[in-house]
């Protein structure tokens, strides 16, 4: 399937599945785009429709494939037609968004700072000739819609050291940079050039994360997850127990810093896990005790 084949997603149906991608639950996602929970359902069972799958997981993977999920994989975004690129900074802490501002304006960038998002009344279509690098300072859930409706790459600063959980929840969001805010003033400029050229840039504490390492096991969880497969499908694949495939599956959401299915997915996309073709990949199976066809019951 290419985009060829499917009916043209709207905006609010690309927010919807890219919040899916997120982890979001039907009631997280009213709560941030301000409409009910029907609304939500009616817009995914829409998705599904386009999309030819038969749920979330199947849709978010779908979307991947075709490059409909905003992330750092995407390819890099062509440069702005006037060459104009500007820096939307969100911080609610004054002191991080004075060392942010003074790092960027020093640089001899363009700024705007916003406190809660962008005004429902902006059309950012008329700023289709300016390129946007979105910096977000601590985000939270809510703070992602501000990238989003740009269309920008966005760079994550959080103030504490960042954990490989909380690197990965960022990657699923959609960001490009993850840059602790101490090191703002020395490498905020230099990240925001790499990013614009393309490059992903993460990292957990003092080292550089390229994703979770994963047991064998785990990665033929996470294959099967890919493929669409329920636990006891899972189960019967690969020739162990259910209670097995659930302890698994948990470790492995652990290590993605996933709360579902889908947004294990979307993580694992994105660190270069697991691999988005036009069709659903089959489990591979690298245990020890890799069985033959599955037995009947």
Request: charged share 20%; hydrophobic share 45%; proline share 6%.
């Amino acid at each position: 399937m290419t985009m060829a084949d499917i009916d043209v997603l709207t905006a609010r149906e690309m927010e919807i599945l890219s919040l899916t991608g997120s982890g979001h639950s039907a009631h997280e996602i009213a709560g941030l785009l301000g409409i009910s929970r029907c609304a939500v359902e009616n817009h995914r069972r829409r998705i599904y429709h386009k999309l030819g799958v038969a749920g979330q997981s199947e849709a978010v993977f779908r979307g991947l494939a075709l490059h409909l999920l905003a992330g750092p994989l995407r390819p890099p975004r062509a440069e702005s037609p006037s060459g104009r690129e500007l820096v939307v900074m969100h911080a609610r802490c004054v002191m991080a968004a004075e060392l942010v501002t003074r790092t960027v304006l020093g640089g001899g960038r363009a700024l705007v700072a916003v406190r809660s998002g962008l005004p429902c009344e902006v059309h950012v279509e008329s700023w289709s000739r300016i390129g946007f690098t979105a910096v977000l300072v601590d985000p939270v859930p809510g703070d992602w819609l501000l990238p989003l409706r740009l269309g920008a790459r966005t760079v994550a600063v959080p103030s504490a050291p960042p954990e490989p959980a909380a690197v990965a929840e960022a990657v699923a969001h959609g960001a490009c940079a993850v840059l602790w805010l101490r090191d703002v003033p020395e490498h905020l400029c230099a990240v925001l050039d790499l990013v614009a050229r393309g490059y992903v840039v993460v990292g957990s504490r003092d080292r550089q994360e390229q994703g979770p390492r994963l047991t064998a096991r785990e990665r033929d969880v996470l294959a099967s997850i890919a493929a669409g497969h329920t636990i006891r499908q899972t189960a019967r694949l690969l020739g162990i127990a259910s209670k097995t495939v659930e302890s698994t599956r948990a470790r492995l959401f652990r290590k993605l810093g996933a709360r579902n299915r889908s947004q294990a997915l979307a993580i694992a996309y994105r660190a270069g896990l697991v691999a988005a073709g036009q069709d659903r990949p089959a489990a591979p199976v690298t245990g020890h005790d890799s069985p033959g066809p599955p037995a009947r019951t």
